[in-house]
């Protein structure tokens, strides 16, 4: 796995170089130490060789050490860390691979390590059932990046453009870094809230919703299984309070970086209690129960950061120390397996009132 793993990540990083207009995100160009990059990469490509010959040398089956070898051997044709820095950078549409191989490489840095530690469940392995299937979203939605960036400002900039004011905003741009941050917290989740509460309750909307909640196993890929129409719907109605009072961007990136880290943690495989705390700020214990198949856990805990908006609306399920006994969908035609299905599901489902 480690041999394939790197190889995949070496492969992409050499496309990066290869097409970087179209695979990388504008953004973050400017900002790569590119002598350290191909040192990393070169040493990711001996790594990638290494493990793969040990596993072909170790290992019964073959496959995945021969899958590992070959993946480096394609990235070393390519050109390996002497990859030239291929085409003049332009701006236009991109995919963002090398967000994807970035995200991958801090997220199972992260997880990985604390999931094992501090497991819920002991016993879970990393490559649980279903992982091909959130790893695929979780590739989609870094590559396609620009995609959802616009998914999510376009609503609000062409439906509310006649609404927003350049007074309020230089007001509220001004306000301390701290009370910007806690103020878009507080805006989104009430909006969040409710939009995910709408997408349990309006039969139509759970079509789409129900693929995020057919996830059987919780751990921090499982976070990322969420319909694109889902994701459209709820990212760009949370934009419009922000979009309107205008804030300042380093508040808003802290904010974006802050929601992509707890989204991801409140699905993760830990054990954390945090006491008190977690009544203030979002746990995995909360989120857990949102996704626990039981039936007194059937659409509580809709809130992202506040469990004090589910308490307030009449929604919070947060029992002592226990935790849900299993995960999933209570009711209704099982969701099948894979990206692709999973997307056309929604629009072909004819169960009533699913
Ligand atoms: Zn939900
Ligand atoms: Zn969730």
């Given at each position: 796995m480690v041999s394939v793993a790197l190889g995949a990540i070496g492969l992409a990083a050499v496309f990066c170089f290869h097409f970087p207009s179209l695979l990388t995100v504008p953004e973050l160009r400017a900002l790569y130490p590119v002598p350290f990059i191909r040192a990393l990469l070169h040493l990711v490509l001996v790594w990638s060789f290494v493990a793969g010959v040990i596993s072909v040398c170790l290992r019964h089956r073959k496959i995945l050490g021969m899958t590992g070898i070959g993946l480096t051997l394609v990235a070393a044709l390519l050109g390996g860390s002497r990859v030239p820095l291929d085409g003049e950078l332009r701006s236009g549409p991109f995919l963002g691979l090398d967000w994807f191989v970035l995200n991958l490489i801090a997220y199972s840095a992260l997880f990985i390590p604390l999931e094992r530690i501090f497991a819920r469940r002991p016993g879970q392995d990393v490559l649980r059932k279903g992982w091909r299937t959130d790893l695929v979203y979780f590739f989609l939605s870094a590559l396609l990046v620009q995609v959802t960036t616009l998914l999510t400002m376009m609503p609000a900039m062409t439906l509310f453009a006649w609404a927003s004011s350049a007074r309020i905003q230089a007001v509220v741009s001004s306000w301390p870094f701290v009370v910007q941050f806690v103020a878009i917290l507080v805006l989104t989740d009430v909006v969040q809230y409710w939009v995910h509460r709408a997408f349990h309750r309006v039969p139509f909307l759970w079509r789409f919703h129900r693929i995020h909640h057919s996830a059987d196993v919780m751990d921090w890929?499982?976070?990322?299984?969420?319909?694109l129409v889902d994701v459209a719907v709820t990212r760009g109605l949370t934009y419009v309070p922000i979009y309107l009072l205008g804030f300042a961007e380093p508040p808003l990136f802290a904010y974006v970086a802050f929601v992509s880290i707890q989204a991801t943690f409140i699905h993760a495989n830990v054990r954390f209690h945090f006491g008190p705390l977690r009544w203030v700020l979002a746990t995995p214990q909360f989120h857990h129960w949102h996704h626990g198949a039981e039936r007194e856990a059937v659409?509580?805990?809709?809130a992202v950061h506040l469990p004090v908006l589910d308490r307030l609306f009449g929604t919070c399920y947060l029992p002592g120390d226990r935790w849900p006994a299993s995960y999933g969908l209570v009711d209704g035609t099982p969701v099948p397996p894979g990206y692709v299905r999973q997307l056309l599901a929604p629009f072909k489902s004819r169960t009533p009132g699913v």
């Open positions: 890929l499982a976070g990322s299984r969420l319909h659409d509580k805990n809709f």
